[in-house]
């Protein structure tokens, strides 16, 4: 004899009743009778039926067999838009019968959820399924973001058409898990570059979160043969795929795994719109000066062995397409003087990293002028330091270089390098090369230096003290030199609006880029999220002098399929993981 449950739902004790599972007296179903796929799944973050053995018909919408499973959607839709039409069916890809889109079944199975707690998937695992026939399902479209992140639940395990435009905001995980970090609304910003830490970064951060989804291939595995949702051969240097490319018409269903939701692509993708590459910039002025960070140059032993290095090429011709990309790159911007970051710290000897460099340079052409500048030793003993480089036709050093080691520079951020300089007829001028701690290895911040979960992520503490000495520092005149200003560049690790930048432009330091007007500059994407970990700060001296600033973005945007680990040219493209910064000034006169 059957058992009949009765359906209990008044609103007020809905209201009042703590979330969890429904009563048993709550689902509104003879014992084996089919359950709604949106019953089942609810409309809340896990199913209300999670535990229980359902009956469920569906329709297959996606056979994943990379994802363990297919997903099936209802045939007839439900009226709230509340609840998911969807469900995940885990399943070997020899589990019988054999299922292909399109095929109507009847799943008997317990309701549970997969995944990481708080963003998990409702699916069925099933004792039973039973093919009925064919039936299709016409894909939901959805024209804009959703009222919040979490607001994406109601489409989970549902075949979508998302029809743009999309912009591509982020493709970093593009060559390594096959996925790409869309918005509906252009590019996004990291928010603290734009909002000071605290309520209005936190409201971007929200904001950033509801416009941006993932698209992934359908598959768990890391560096994919092929990226078969790409039209034609993929990747390519007149289809790169850059960060601000723009796609429409996207299908495929939402999944939520890794702790976010995604749309696993069920068709290639077949409007997209390229982001070109940039041109290189220009900029006024009679000298010009350039910040780059290198990634991690390092030449091995210098004569063609000791690969693979610890923080750079794995092997010489890894090495050698690594400087060729480099050197490509500062002979497009053409620069008087640059500030350089991430160099091997092995010394100033013919096969050190920078002489190396240097060397490279002068022989590519078109000019044999290159120069450095040697410090005795380090800067510091970290093993990546920064360096200055200049062309002897431009610029002329004038006395000795200065460094600081104290506080922080003496184990976390890298030490700075000051140079005076005179060009033509001039005024002495003095350009530091920055390189400020990271945001990386967290578990060793403490005290101060712990994530204190405001945007800045850790050690923003010793950050903030790097910048308080540095200015301290050049207020002494460390070159003796008596300038008439001064250029910080470099690599702060901190967006514009945190709390080392701010500090130092209290103390009277000006923004080259906000002096030049330039609209949202940015010169590094992580996560999707754009911003300007790289900086070119002008005293009140030099900021007179100041006549443009530029970034070539030639690398954050660019897929790291392209850099000289995944491609052979040696081209600019995604030299680094930086784009370089350029600045103008009047300096000859």
Known sequence: MSRRFLLIAPLLLA???????????????????????????????????????????????????????????????????ATSEGLFLPRSRDAQPRLKAGDHVRITGTVVETGDDGATLTAIDASQVERLGQAAVTPVVVSSAPASAG?????????????????????????????????????????????????????????????????????TARDPDRLWFLPGKGLGPDRPLRVGSVLRGVTGVLDQRFGSHRLQLTAPLADIEQAPRPAVP??????????????????????????????????????????????????????????????????????????????????????DDWRFVDAGQG?????????????????????????????????????????????????????????????????????????????????????????????????????????AGHLLIGDFNAYAQEDPMRLLRSQGWQDAFQQMKLERPYSFVFDGLSGRLDHALVDPGLAARLRGAAEWHANADEAPAFDYRGHPGTDPWRASDHDPLLLGFDLAR
């Open 151 to 219: 607001d994406w639940e109601r489409y989970e395990g549902m075949l979508l058409t998302l029809d743009g435009p999309l912009t591509v905001t982020g493709n970093e995980d593009l060559a390594r898990y096959g996925e790409l970090r869309v918005s509906f609304d252009g590019r996004l910003f990291t928010p603290t570059e734009l909002a000071p830490p605290g309520q209005a970064a936190q409201g971007i951060a929200a904001e950033n979160a509801r416009l941006m989804l993932r698209l992934d291939d359908g598959r």
């Open 379 to 483: 800067p510091g003993d970290n093993p990546i330091r920064v360096g200055l480089i200049y062309r002897a036709s431009r610029v002329v050093p004038v006395g000795k270089p200065a460094v600081l080691g104290e506080g922080p520079f003496r184990d976390r951020s890298r030490v700075p390098l000051a140079q005076a300089f005179r060009a033509g007829s001039g005024p002495v001028f003095v350009v530091v090369a920055n390189h400020f701690k990271s945001k990386g290895g967290c578990d060793e911040a403490a005290g101060g230096d712990a994530d204190r979960r405001d945007g800045q992520a850790c050690f923003n503490a010793t950050r903030v003290e790097s910048a308080r000495l540095l200015h301290a520092w050049l207020a002494k005149d460390p070159t003796g030199t008596g300038p």
């Open 15 to 81: 209201a009042c009743t703590p979330p969890g599972p429904e009563p048993l007296d709550t689902v509104v179903a003879d014992e084996g009778a089919v359950v709604p796929v949106s019953r089942i799944q609810g409309s809340g973050l896990r199913s209300p039926l999670e535990g229980r053995q359902m009956v469920a018909e569906a329709v297959v919408v996606a056979p994943f067999g990379g994802l363990g499973g297919v997903f099936v959607q209802s045939l007839e839709p439900d009226d709230d838009p």
């Open 282 to 367: 220009e900029v006024a002025g009679d000298r010009r000066i350039a910040g780059f960070n290198l990634l991690n140059l390092f030449n091995g032993d210098g004569r063609g062995g000791g690969f693979p290095t610890t923080r750079g090429a794995a092997t010489k011709a890894d090495f050698l397409r690594q400087q060729a990309k480099l050197v490509a790159t500062v002979q497009a911007l053409d620069p008087d003087l640059a500030a350089l970051m991430e160099l091997e710290n092995d010394g100033y000897g013919p096969e050190s990293s920078l002489a190396g460099f240097v060397a490279a340079l002068n022989a590519a052409g078109p000019h």
